[in-house]
C-alpha cells in the first residue's frame, strides 16, 4: 500500500537481487562466507548462468535495525517478496550461520541468531536458488543491542496511533507532537511521512491521533486532535478532525459544530457490519467510531454519507447501573470486532463510580435491529483488578483481547474471564526479556496471520511482542 503525503514522497527502491555473473563482485558468495562451492563450478556457473531476480526479504522478526533490548539469542522469521517476472524460487535461506526451514509463506529459522550486546551488528544474508543451485547475497540484517534504544534510521518522539493493513502487513502509526503519520516499510524498517502538519502549539498537552485502516480501499483515517493558539482569545484552542489518506489524496474533515471534545481510539466500520453504523437498519452508513472522554456522549460516530462526513453519537441504553459510560468514570480505551453476527465494541473505563472508587472494568456495547431501527445496548463485562487499561485490541477470532496496563499487557478469555500476562517489564512481576513497555501504552494491533503484537508505547516507541515467549524488541524509537 503507498498513501498520499503532504510531504514529497521518499522513494522506497526494493532492490533487485542477480546472480554472481551480474559483474558485481559484492555478491560472490565465496567473497562474503557464503555456501562454499568449487572454483570451476563457480566459473562454469558464471559463464552459463542467465541473470535472475530473485526478489526482496522482509525481515518480520526481529524487524530490520530493531533493537533488542539485550536478548542476545533470537529465533527469526522471514518472508521472501518473489520477483514479479518470477525468474527464480529460492530453495535454502542463511542469516550468519543460522539455517530456516520454509512453513507456507514464511521462513523460519532452525536455531536462534547469537547476538552480543556490543552495539549495531551486521549478519549476512543468503539464499540458494533452486534453478541454478548458486547462492546470491540478499542486503545484510542489522541488528542493534547498545544500551542506547535506537531502533530504525529515524528518532521519533512519540508513537500514540497505530494500524496496520490486514491486506499487506504494513505498519502505519502516528506521532502527535510532531503532527506526523508515518508508514513502516518491512524491507528497510525505515519510515516514511505520509501526512503531516502543524504541531500542536501545546506540547504538554496530552493529544493522540488515534488511527485506523480501511484495508480493502487502502484507506487510512486519523482522528486529529490538537491546540492552535487563539491569539483573539489570547488561549489554546482545542480540535478534532476526521483525516482522510489515500493513494492519490488526502482529505480533512473539521468537527465544525466542536461536538467532539476529545478522542482516543479509533474503529472503522467501512462496510456499515455493525447495527449501529446508520439510522435505519435497512439504510446502514459507514462509519468511525471514537472515544469522547469529556463528553457526555462518550462514543461518538463520524458518519461518512458519500461526499458528506457529519458526526453524532449514538443512544447507548445502559443495561444496569454497572454498565455506566459515563465520563466520570474516566473511559480510557475502545476496542472493536467486526463480524456479520457478532459485531461487538469493548470499553476500558478506570473507575466503578463516579466517587472515583473502586477497580476498573470492561463494558460491551453492542447493537441490534428493534423495528427497523438499531438498539445500542452497553453492558458490564467485568472487573480488572488492579489494572489500568490504558489499550485495548481482540484476537483474530473474537474470542480474547489484550488489555495494556502499566509495563504489562494481559490476554483475557473473553467467556470465563480469565487471564494470563503475556508480557511485564514490571521489575515486581515479569515476563519476557526486551526493551520496557512503559505506563503509557495508547494502541496495540496484532499481527494479521503470526502470533505477534505491536505497542504503541509513546516515547518508548513501537514496541514488538512475541506472544510465545513474551520477548519485546523496539522496532522505532
Known amino acids: 500500500m503507498k498513501l498520499a503525503t503532504s510531504l514529497p514522497p521518499f522513494l522506497l527502491v526494493f ?3 542477480c ?5 558485481d563482485s559484492d555478491t560472490d558468495p565465496s567473497k562474503k562466507g557464503g555456501q562454499p562451492t568449487s ?9 552459463q548462468a542467465p541473470q535472475l531476480s530473485v526478489g526482496t526479504v522482509k525481515f518480520i522478526y526481529p524487524t530490520q535495525q530493531s533493537h533488542l533490548g539485550g536478548v542476545e539469542q533470537v529465533p527469526l522469521v522471514v518472508q521472501i517478496i518473489p520477483p514479479s517476472d518470477q525468474q527464480s524460487t529460492v530453495s535454502q535461506l542463511k542469516v550468519g550461520d543460522v539455517e530456516f526451514e520454509k512453513k507456507g509463506q514464511y521462513w523460519y529459522s532452525t536455531s536462534e541468531l547469537i547476538i552480543t550486546r556490543e552495539g549495531k551488528q551486521i549478519f549476512e544474508v543468503q539464499a540458494e536458488l533452486a534453478e541454478t543451485g548458486e547462492w546470491v547475497n540478499f542486503p545484510a540484517l542489522s541488528l542493534n543491542n547498545s544500551s542506547f534504544v535506537q531502533a530504525s534510521s529515524q528518532q521519533i518522539y512519540s508513537i500514540k496511533g497505530l494500524a496496520i493493513d490486514l491486506d499487506d502487513s504494513t505498519i502505519f502509526f502516528s506521532n502527535p507532537y510532531d503532527a506526523e503519520v508515518y508508514e513502516l516499510d518491512f524491507i528497510s524498517s525505515d519510515a516514511e511521512i505520509i501526512y503531516s502538519a502543524e504541531p500542536t502549539s501545546n506540547l504538554g498537552a496530552f493529544i493522540y491521533w488515534p488511527i485506523a485502516i480501511d484495508s480493502a480501499a487502502d484507506t487510512l483515517y486519523l482522528s486529529e486532535d490538537k491546540y ?3 491569539q483573539q482569545a489570547s488561549e489554546d484552542e482545542y480540535t478534532v478532525s476526521l483525516v482522510k489518506i489515500t493513494p492519490t489524496e488526502t482529505q480533512k474533515y473539521p468537527d465544525s459544530e466542536g461536538l467532539i471534545k476529545s478522542t482516543r481510539g479509533l474503529l ?4 456499515a457490519v455493525m447495527p449501529m453504523s446508520g439510522y435505519d437498519i435497512n ?9 469522547d472522554f469529556l463528553s457526555q ?3 461518538q460516530r463520524w458518519f461518512l454519507d458519500n461526499e458528506n462526513v457529519f458526526v453524532e453519537s449514538p443512544n447507548i441504553q445502559s443495561a444496569n447501573d454497572e454498565s455506566s459510560l459515563s465520563p466520570d468514570l474516566n473511559i480510557l480505551a475502545l476496542a472493536g470486532y467486526l463480524d456479520t453476527d457478532n459485531s461487538k465494541v469493548l470499553v476500558s473505563r478506570e473507575f466503578a463510580n463516579d466517587a472515583k472508587q473502586g477497580e476498573s472494568a470492561l463494558i460491551e456495547v453492542t447493537s441490534e435491529a428493534s423495528r427497523g431501527t438499531p438498539r445500542v445496548t452497553a453492558t458490564f463485562k467485568t472487573l480488572l483488578e488492579q489494572i489500568k487499561p490504558t489499550a485495548l485490541a481482540y484476537n483474530r477470532e473474537g474470542t480474547h483481547v489484550f488489555i495494556a496496563d502499566a509495563n504489562k499487557i494481559w490476554k483475557m478469555n473473553m467467556t470465563d474471564y480469565s487471564k494470563e500476562l503475556v508480557t511485564s517489564s514490571s521489575s515486581i512481576l515479569s515476563r519476557g526479556e526486551g526493551n520496557p513497555i512503559g505506563s503509557n501504552v495508547t494502541a496495540m494491533v496484532l499481527h494479521p496471520e503470526l502470533d505477534y503484537l505491536y505497542l504503541a508505547a509513546d516515547t518508548n516507541g513501537l514496541i514488538m511482542v512475541d506472544l510465545a515467549t513474551g520477548n519485546r524488541i523496539t522496532v522505532v524509537k
Open 283 to 291: 439504510s446502514p452508513i459507514p462509519s468511525i467510531f471514537s472515544i
Open 15 to 17: 532492490g533487485v537481487l
Open 39 to 47: 572454483s570451476s563450478s563457480t566459473s562454469q556457473n558464471s559463464s
Open 228 to 230: 492552535s493558539y487563539n
Open 19 to 23: 546472480l554472481a555473473s551480474c559483474g
Open 297 to 299: 456522549e462518550t462514543i
Open 268 to 271: 472503522v466500520d467501512i462496510d
